[in-house]
């Protein structure tokens, strides 16, 4: 694994240990609607993001 896959891979892992409560989930969507579904977005967005990075370029 090169170094920047390692550190793509430690970025997810964080955000996956980050993003998993609850809680944080309840007080976006108590922000409103829309606030939680532009997040919720912007998550998906940049999951696809970093795993996409991950498994490199296509041949």
């Given at each position: 694994?090169?170094t920047?896959?390692?550190s793509?891979?430690?970025?997810?892992?964080?955000?996956a240990t980050?993003?998993t409560?609850?809680?944080?989930?309840g007080d976006?969507?108590?922000a409103g609607?829309?606030?939680?579904?532009?997040?919720?977005?912007l998550?998906?967005?940049?999951l696809?993001?970093?795993?996409?990075?991950?498994?490199g370029?296509?041949s």
């Amino acid at each position: 694994m090169t170094t920047s896959r390692f550190s793509l891979f430690l970025l997810l892992c964080v955000f996956a240990t980050a993003l998993t409560s609850c809680e944080a989930i309840g007080d976006i969507f108590k922000a409103g609607a829309y606030t939680g579904i532009i997040a919720v977005f912007l998550v998906v967005a940049l999951l696809f993001f970093i795993v996409n990075k991950m498994r490199g370029p296509r041949s």
